[in-house]
C-alpha cells in the first residue's frame, strides 16, 4: 500500500509515509479491493434473512404488546 497527495495543479505525488502517518489518500493492491468490495456485496439471501429478522421482530412485539394489554385488562377486573 502506497500513500499518495493530489496537488492543487492536479497532479499525483507518491510519499513514503507509512499509513499511520498518511493523511492524503492510500493506494491498494487490486486482490485487496477485491476482497473488500466482495464481502459488502449484498445478495438475495442477505435481503431475505433482514426481511425475516424484521418481520419477525414486527410480529413478536405486536404479540408482546397484546399481552401487556391483556394483562392490564385482567389486573383492572380484580
Known amino acids: 500500500m502506497q500513500c499518495i497527495y493530489l496537488r492543487a495543479d492536479g497532479t499525483v505525488s507518491a510519499t ?16 485487496d479491493a477485491q476482497a473488500l468490495t466482495a464481502s459488502y456485496q449484498i445478495t438475495s439471501l442477505g435481503i431475505t434473512e433482514a ?17 401487556v394489554r391483556a394483562a392490564r385488562a385482567v389486573i383492572k377486573m380484580i
Open 16 to 31: 513514503s509515509e507509512t499509513l499511520e502517518q498518511c493523511t492524503g489518500y492510500v493506494l491498494v493492491p487490486a486482490a
Open 51 to 67: 426481511f425475516t429478522w424484521g418481520f419477525g421482530v414486527v410480529v413478536m412485539l405486536g404479540f408482546l404488546s397484546y399481552k
